[in-house]
């Protein structure tokens, strides 16, 4: 099974509501990262969160890390038409054996803001 | 500032022909740098990733092959594409030690084999 799972797979919301995501991971994490993808593009890079940070923000984004829990929240306050997209957590796990961290990305969760 | 190309956008294979995805990476100096697949609605699957010229490590073994001849570009390559080689096609970035920093994607290459 996969290290980072977004939860849920598919969320739809008005524009100017909250829309959260969550995303769950099974080890130990280096880091945890959020990315964002429009549809039939590449990712971009929203935020990244380090397993000694509890919580980040950049503009309307806020990112939650909870180790003990083994999971973390995206939240998106004040929605527009333009935030629909893909969004992925991608976790870094600890201890790997090679000299590569690899970043595993979970499988997404879309995001739909209806204007 | 950094920036990531790819080419082509897309591309339309048949089955058994060969492939070549470039992605060539301006602005920065050794970066590692990742191919990615994407099937649709999914996540990103590593296909291989470079941490210089000439290293190249592969995630899950298949039909494709990947190169770097030179510090900022990276190949993703097949003599015989198959069925299931359709997908998106990721390349990425990042700088620092491997996989533990931001990675920064080029806009795709969505290839169709059929």
């Known amino acids: 099974s996969q290290q980072g799972e977004e939860d849920p797979q598919a969320l739809s919301i008005q524009e100017g509501e909250n829309a959260t995501m969550n995303c769950s991971y099974k080890t130990s994490i280096n880091n945890l990262q959020w990315y964002r993808q429009n549809s039939g593009r590449g990712l971009v890079h929203l935020i990244l969160i380090r397993s000694n940070e509890r919580e980040k923000h950049s503009g309307r984004l806020r990112v939650t890390l909870d180790t003990s829990k083994k999971s973390s929240s995206l939240l998106i306050t004040a929605s527009r038409a333009a935030d629909t997209a893909s969004y992925f957590c991608a976790t870094v796990p600890l201890l790997m054996k090679t000299s590569y961290d690899k970043v595993i990305f979970g499988p997404g969760t879309s995001l739909s803001v209806i204007p | 500032s950094q920036t990531i190309h790819q080419w082509p956008a897309t591309l339309v294979q048949p089955v058994g022909s060969p492939l070549s995805l470039e992605c060539t990476v301006e602005?920065?100096?050794?970066?590692?740098l990742y191919w990615y697949r994407q099937a649709a609605g999914r996540g990103l699957q590593l296909l291989f990733y470079s941490v210089g010229i000439g290293q190249i490590s592969s995630e899950v073994p298949q039909n494709l092959s990947a190169s770097r001849p030179q510090d900022r570009q990276f190949i993703l390559s097949s003599k015989k594409l198959l069925l299931s080689d359709s997908g998106f096609y990721l390349c990425a970035w990042s700088p620092g030690r491997a996989g533990t920093d931001t990675q920064y994607f080029g806009p795709g290459t969505r290839l169709t084999v059929l």
């Open positions: 602005g920065t100096s050794n970066p590692n």
